[in-house]
């Protein structure tokens, strides 16, 4: 069964619905969709600091609401950056103990009975990576200053895949999706615990996706929702957000999508999700006159978690 397209600025009360039950479950859905709005663009788009112009990652700080960690792409340097919901820079807070090949994807999630960012070293354009690397290291303060990580290395088993999207459930479980490059979109799964100092092995969870037709279906973020109900991926056009248990477990799975079109991003990278449905999204400046920005949606979660 496909997964249905809908403009964010409509329905997305699809969210309820149930894959498993087939064809009743989509008409369903469909008039759920129509009835009510609850996936929409909420506020104005804003403009976020040069200092962020390849913005990549998104995480929402667990200690501090009102605030976003972000972080530039490949060629950047080992750096976070703390931003309001505004789209204003906080601090900016040195990475000691991590190199930054190709920093994709953060999100944050539990450690040691406190809070960490997690910080995926992931990406691999060329195929040319025998392995990659997860970063975490407790949420920093917002004094700027540095912080130090420690790095969680990994191969996949099946070859070398580009992957720009990883998140992190309330397990502590890390789940990394491939970005449809030169194969299909598929997940991943760090096998628990995390470890330093030797490289473990992904496991397969699933494929999502078949390697897309075009560049705009390749995956370029993903996001947990603190509570682990669901999870987002996003695309350079589309949200999709799925129930985290069925995503990660065995039986069909099949997400509730939205456009991301109308907020007309330059090239869409990150996403960061919360509990309550508010959806925080940036771009990267594509062009040198475009300005990096973040955007906010609300969508309305079944309470449920789709179960």
Known sequence: MKSMLIPAALACAALACDSERGEPAVAAAQSAAEAAPACEATGSIRALPKEVRETSGLAWSRSAPHLLWTHNDAGGEPVLFALDTAGALVARVRVEGATHVDWEDMDAGPCDGGTCLYVGDTGDNDGARSSVTIYTLPEPSTDGGSARAT????????????????????????????????????????????????????ERVRELRPQPKSEDGRVTAASASPDGRWVAIRTYRTLW?????????TGPVEPVA??????????????????????????????????????????????????
């Open 151 to 202: 790095a969680h290395p990994a191969r996949y088993p099946d070859g070398r895949w580009d992957s720009e999207a990883f998140f992190v459930l309330p397990t502590g479980d890390v789940y990394l999706v491939t970005k449809g490059r030169r194969g299909p979109i598929a997940l991943y799964r760090y096998p628990a615990p995390l470890r330093a100092g030797t490289t473990a092995t992904l």
């Open 241 to 249: 957000l799925y129930a985290a248990d069925r995503l990660v477990g």
């Open 258 to 307: 939205v456009d991301l079109a109308p907020l007309r991003e330059s090239q869409g990278e990150a996403v960061a999700l919360g509990d309550d449905g508010t959806v925080w999204l940036t771009s990267e400046a594509a062009k040198k006159r475009d300005a990096p920005t973040l955007s906010r949606m609300t969508c309305t979660l079944d309470a449920s978690g789709g179960a």
